[in-house]
């Protein structure tokens, strides 16, 4: 059984940090292409960040371009997105899935940044 699970999200203020974790289980994880989309509220859902099997290639949407970092760990079967530089526009239900084709999706976690 495929399943991916989110950890890490919460309540930060505005130019905080938090580190999002995604633990994979179900398929072959280290030939997988990983991404981090996101759902804000009254918006539709966004590609935040992509990276490659090996960790290699990244890629970043422009409103988080600098402020974001994806990264994994193919022997936890784990992809993380660093989020630094934190603004309230950033609110939104954090998801994992496989990239380019989203055949599996991690259930999210929500990032709520506010004063």
């Known amino acids: 059984q495929v399943q991916l699970v989110e950890s890490g999200g919460g309540l930060v203020q505005p130019g905080g940090s938090l580190r999002l974790s995604c633990t994979a289980s179900g398929f072959t994880f280290s030939t997988t292409y990983m991404s981090w989309y996101r759902r804000a509220p009254g918006k539709q859902r966004e590609l935040v960040a992509s990276i490659s099997a090996r960790g290699s290639g990244t890629n970043y949407a422009d409103s988080v371009k600098g402020r974001f970092a994806i990264s994994r760990d193919n022997a936890k079967m784990t992809v993380y997105l660093q989020m630094n530089s934190l603004k309230p526009e950033d609110t939104a239900v954090y998801y994992c899935?496989?990239?380019?084709?989203?055949?599996?999706w991690g259930q999210g976690t929500q990032v709520t940044v506010s004063s």
């Open positions: 899935a496989t990239y380019p084709a989203n055949d599996y």
